[in-house]
């Protein structure tokens, strides 16, 4: 009783001299994939590239394993495999960034065997099949995109270029992207094209996102080496929503930076660990249509989601067991470390982490006593309610 009492006395002590702490970051993680009970990573090791076929389901490219998967993203079961390792159209070496055409072709860039590889259904045999797509020109292709014309767009990392290919394989020679000196390729990743036929190249070597008008003249570029705040270090791959932000791979930082199209800086998630939402070298990535954004994240063989802050929904409390509640239905949570019931421990997980709470869940579901923010004054809310 007299443990209790402290903790009590500290908690209240605390509440009128601690800073408050506010939730105003754009983004928060959900739990990550690998944490369903139907997840099985055993095939994820070090996965590297993600592309979206359809709702709900993404192909995830392993080249350790020289193979190719297709996840329901909902519960992280593994639909179907393609791929081993060799030369023959539908094996793979060091498979890496993938994407799909409006037919729901897939192409992926098979780094070690110089070209791309296209999968698609077959509705006669009832199976995907593989073929070779294209290989003229390219060296070591890591990063592929498609236009709204389903031409393909390939960035050759060993050949410090970025190739266009016409559906029928054959390479559009007609093609430029035009550099000053000072921003050639050195070891492009990746390439998008966007609905105005602006193109998008992760200039890895030099840290940049280069943009391209449909002429392939060079209209800006945002980064530059380095740790800063949107400062990039060898980033691997990024994307694009339908709002026309770029989200990307920040690899080497340990985080994904999410830019306007003109590159200003509009949020920045992620962070060195392998706990809820943290990565260790992001690879892959791409959006949905709801705006959830997808990450490979490779060396912790797992696949991350992360949201926006504004959604209603919970996520799970570091230190907790289950995704939080509101038990007795009055707009506030109480069962904080979510194990189904309101008890002493919710108040201690709340205490602890007031700060992650106020960064990562909906201010308006842990705000328990209404004074519009989080602060500690709110603990002591939630065990007076106990």
Same mark, same amino acid.
């Given at each position: !009783?007299?443990?209790?009492?402290?903790?009590?006395?500290?908690?209240? $002590?605390?509440?009128?001299?601690?800073?408050?702490?506010?939730?105003?970051?754009?983004?928060?993680?959900? &739990?990550? !994939?690998?944490?369903?009970?139907?997840?099985?990573?055993?095939?994820?090791?070090?996965?590297?590239? #993600?592309?979206?076929?359809?709702?709900?389901?993404?192909?995830?490219?392993?080249?350790?394993?020289?193979?190719?998967?297709?996840?329901?993203?909902?519960?992280?079961?593994? @639909?179907?495999?393609?791929?081993?390792?060799?030369?023959?159209?539908?094996?793979?070496?060091?498979?890496?960034?993938?994407?799909?055409?409006?037919?729901?072709?897939?192409?992926?860039?098979?780094?070690?065997?110089?070209?791309? =590889?296209?999968?698609?259904?077959?509705?006669?045999?009832?199976?995907?099949?593989?073929?070779?797509?294209?290989?003229?020109?390219?060296? &070591?292709?890591?990063?592929?995109?498609?236009?709204?014309?389903?031409?393909?767009?390939?960035?050759?990392?060993?050949?410090?270029?970025?190739?266009?290919?016409?559906?029928?394989?054959?390479?559009?020679?007609?093609?430029?992207?035009?550099?000053?000196?000072?921003?050639?390729? @050195?070891?492009?990743? +990746?390439? #998008?094209?966007?609905?105005?036929?602006?193109?998008?190249?992760?200039?890895?070597?030099?840290?940049?996102?280069?943009?391209?008008?449909?002429? *392939?003249?060079?209209?800006?570029?945002?980064?530059?080496?380095?740790?800063?705040?949107? %400062?990039?270090?060898?980033?691997?791959?990024?994307?694009?929503?339908? =709002?026309?932000? @770029?989200?990307?791979?920040?690899?080497?930082?340990?985080?994904?930076?999410?830019?306007?199209?003109?590159?200003? $800086?509009?949020?920045?998630?992620?962070?060195?660990?392998?706990?809820?939402?943290?990565?260790?070298?992001?690879?892959?990535?791409?959006?949905?249509?709801?705006?959830?954004?997808?990450?490979?994240?490779?060396?912790?063989?797992?696949? @991350?989601?992360?949201?926006?802050?504004?959604?209603?929904?919970?996520?799970?409390?570091?230190?907790?067991?289950?995704?939080?509640?509101?038990?007795?239905?009055?707009?506030? #949570?109480?069962?904080? +470390?979510?194990?189904?019931?309101?008890?002493?421990?919710?108040?201690?997980?709340?205490?602890? %982490? !007031? &700060?992650?709470?106020?960064? +990562?869940?909906?201010?308006? $579901?842990?705000?328990?006593?209404?004074? *519009?923010?989080?602060?500690?004054?709110?603990?002591?809310?939630?065990?007076? *309610? $106990?």
């Amino acid at each position: !009783m007299r443990h209790l009492l402290v903790v009590i006395f500290v908690l209240i $002590l605390a509440s009128a001299i601690a800073p408050v702490v506010s939730a105003e970051t754009e983004y928060r993680y959900q &739990t990550s !994939m690998n944490l369903s009970s139907s997840w099985d990573p055993s095939h994820l090791q070090r996965p590297f590239g #993600i592309g979206l076929v359809e709702p709900g389901f993404a192909w995830i490219t392993v080249p350790g394993s020289n193979e190719i998967h297709k996840y329901n993203l909902a519960t992280g079961e593994r @639909v179907a495999s393609q791929g081993s390792t060799g030369t023959e159209p539908g094996q793979f070496r060091a498979p890496g960034g993938i994407t799909a055409d409006s037919k729901g072709n897939l192409y992926v860039a098979d780094q070690g065997n110089h070209r791309i =590889q296209r999968t698609y259904w077959d509705p006669v045999k009832q199976a995907y099949q593989t073929v070779v797509f294209a290989s003229e020109g390219l060296q &070591t292709p890591t990063g592929v995109g498609v236009d709204g014309d389903d031409n393909v767009y390939v960035a050759d990392m060993g050949g410090n270029q970025v190739l266009k290919y016409r559906q029928d394989g054959s390479q559009d020679k007609g093609f430029w992207l035009y550099n000053p000196e000072n921003e050639t390729f @050195v070891s492009p990743m +990746n390439v #998008i094209v966007d609905r105005s036929n602006n193109t998008y190249v992760l200039n890895s070597g030099r840290g940049a996102v280069q943009v391209y008008n449909r002429f *392939g003249n060079l209209t800006t570029s945002w980064g530059g080496i380095g740790n800063g705040t949107g %400062q990039l270090n060898w980033p691997y791959s990024m994307t694009i929503d339908t =709002q026309g932000d @770029v989200f990307v791979s920040d690899s080497h930082n340990d985080r994904i930076q999410k830019y306007s199209p003109n590159g200003t $800086l509009l949020a920045s998630f992620g962070g060195e660990g392998s706990g809820i939402g943290q990565l260790s070298t992001p690879a892959g990535i791409t959006v949905d249509s709801s705006g959830i954004v997808y990450v490979v994240d490779s060396v912790n063989n797992r696949i @991350v989601t992360f949201k926006k802050q504004d959604s209603a929904d919970t996520v799970m409390i570091p230190g907790g067991v289950g995704v939080p509640r509101d038990m007795d239905d009055d707009g506030t #949570i109480d069962d904080v +470390n979510g194990n189904g019931r309101r008890d002493f421990a919710d108040v201690v997980l709340y205490f602890n %982490q !007031m &700060t992650w709470i106020a960064g +990562n869940e909906p201010l308006s $579901l842990f705000d328990i006593n209404k004074n *519009g923010r989080i602060d500690f004054a709110d603990a002591v809310a939630l065990f007076n *309610g $106990l």
